[in-house]
Structures are given as C-alpha cells and as structure tokens.
C-alpha cells in the first residue's frame, strides 16, 4: 500500500521561498499512469489544486499559481518536490500530497493522500 509523507519548514517568513517533500514508499512515482499532486487547504477555506508530476515526469500547474510554482521529483529517492517562491501570509495552509489517476481532483475520497502539513507564513 502506498504511503505519503510530507515535510517542509513549519514556518516560514513572507518573500521566502518554500520547499516542501512528498517521500513516497510503498510504490514508484514512476508507475504509469499515476499524477503526483500538491493540493494545500487554507484555514477556513476549500482545497486548492496547485499542481502535479505524472508517471512520466510531466508536470501541471494551476493557472493562478504558474508563476510562482514548480515541481519537480527524485527517481533515485522516490520523492516529489514543491517548490513556491514568493509567499505571502494567503499561503497560510496545510498543504497536501497526493497520488491520484485524474487530473486536478482534490476528492478526498479517492486516491491516496499524505496526512498533510501545516507551514504559516508570518514575520
């Protein structure tokens, strides 16, 4: 059964940039046809699809955030990368992994999902 695991600073100050992991185990992010997602949920708002990698190393980024994100992967240590530079407190949320078939879904119910972590932005 395939797991994710997030990780990333806590906390980060506003004009930073913010790197956050998704390590994988339990499956390859290579194995086709799967898309590696970063979804981030604000305090008191819905999920935000943010972007993905797929199965090939392609990668997908919402139209509001293209300017400010990227994401990458490491085959060698089955790892996804987050990175968005820039932030404001607006980035205050718990940001997700996730592995999904589709692309921009955020239904919780479906695909396998990180537990998540929090990072706020604040000076």
């Known amino acids: 059964q395939v797991q994710l695991q997030e990780s990333g600073p806590g906390l980060i100050k506003p004009s930073q940039t913010l790197s956050l992991t998704c390590t994988v185990s339990g499956g390859s992010i290579t194995t086709n046809y799967y898309y590696w997602t970063w979804i981030r949920q604000p305090p008191g708002k819905g999920l935000e699809w943010m972007g993905a990698i797929d199965y090939n190393g392609s990668t997908f980024v919402s139209p509001s955030l293209k300017s400010r994100t990227s994401i990458s992967r490491d085959t060698s240590k089955n790892q996804i990368t987050l990175r968005l530079v820039g932030v404001t407190p607006e980035d205050t949320a718990v940001y997700y992994c996730?592995?999904?078939?589709?692309?921009?879904?955020?239904?919780?119910?479906?695909?396998?999902w990180g537990q998540g972590t929090q990072v706020t932005v604040s000076s």
């Open positions: 996730a592995r999904h078939l589709r692309l921009q879904t955020t239904d919780r119910q479906s695909g396998s």
